[in-house]
């Protein structure tokens, strides 16, 4: 395993539509392998393919530490009520902003075996879905951002 280079906001590569993934060769064996230690490695709650450099439909996700996902080819099925709050990325590093997203959400994928599975998530989980999921449409939260995007630094300044 290898921590893999985070591709940063302006590098054109975190605008582009992902490929759906058709079966899992031992090159993406690795890719998977490489997001999930480059996330743990970098602090981050998720992490998309295309923030390493490659266009595929994979994300990896873990909110508390011990609960990773691994998802090809998701898609949300399910959206419910209403969250508001700060989201970062570790593609836009040191920033913070606020982003309205669902408080529920279900997404329908694929396991690392390529066997269908679904994940449901509530507040940070159901955001994170949403983040990394719109990541491989070649969007990052900035667009969604009310208000200011802001220093991290900032953020706790105001929280101490
Ligand atoms: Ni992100």
Request: charged letters at 30%; aromatic letters at 2%; glycine letters at 8%.
């Amino acid at each position: 395993m290898a921590i893999r280079n985070i591709r940063e906001i302006g590098d054109p590569i975190l605008n582009k539509v992902c490929k759906e993934v058709t079966e899992i060769t031992p090159r993406t064996k690795f890719l998977i392998d490489d997001m999930i230690e480059t996330m743990y490695a970098a602090d981050g709650v998720g992490l998309a393919a295309p923030q390493v450099g490659v266009l595929k439909r994979i994300v990896v996700i873990d909110t508390t530490g011990e609960d990773l996902l691994i998802l090809i080819n998701p898609e949300i099925v399910e959206t419910d009520g209403e969250q508001e709050g700060y989201e970062g990325c570790l593609s836009v590093p040191g920033k913070t902003g606020i982003v309205k997203r669902p408080n529920h959400v279900k997404v329908k994928a694929l396991n690392e075996k390529m066997e269908p599975i679904e994940v449901e998530g509530e507040e940070l989980l159901a955001r994170a879905l949403c983040h990394e999921l719109e990541h491989l449409d070649g969007h990052l939260y900035v667009e969604r951002v009310e208000g200011e995007l802001l220093d991290n630094s900032a953020l706790k300044d105001e929280e101490e």
